[in-house]
């Protein structure tokens, strides 16, 4: 089992997960972040903490359209370990829907 980061992340980035992730395997992209399934020790620490509630266990079926996606970019992504700024707008973004056709396959900063 892994923890899946979903659509909503999209253009959020609040980052609060990073923070707690004890074995810092998030990965960051232009616009959202992935978690890498072969490094997460499915603890649920991040669940609680993302205030987009973006982020699912693989069971969970709200996982299942993402989990592909973030284990093909944790390879490729950056790692990131600190909550960086969200971007100034991130709040408007927030829950609005039809945000998977804005996702970005190029790398982050971390
Ligand atoms: S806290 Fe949630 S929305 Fe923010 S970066 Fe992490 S998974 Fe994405
Ligand atoms: S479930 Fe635990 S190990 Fe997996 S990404 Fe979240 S905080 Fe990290």
Do not use: Q
């Not at 998030?26 to 991040?46: A, K, R, S, W």
């Not at 079926?61 to 700024?85: D, H, L, M, Q, V």
């Amino acid at each position: 089992m892994t923890y899946v980061v979903t659509e909503n992340c999209i253009r959020c980035k609040y980052m609060d997960c990073v923070e707690v992730c004890p074995v810092d395997c998030f990965y960051v992209g232009e616009n959202m972040l992935v978690i890498n399934p072969d490094e997460c020790i499915d603890c649920g620490v991040c669940e609680p903490e993302c205030p987009a509630e973006a982020i699912f266990p693989d069971s969970d079926s709200r996982a299942a359209a993402w989990a592909e996606k973030n284990a093909t970019f944790a390879a490729s992504w950056p790692n990131i370990t600190r909550k960086g700024t969200a971007p100034a707008d991130a709040d408007e973004w927030n829950n609005k829907p039809g945000k998977a056709e804005l996702f970005s396959p190029e790398p982050g900063t971390p």
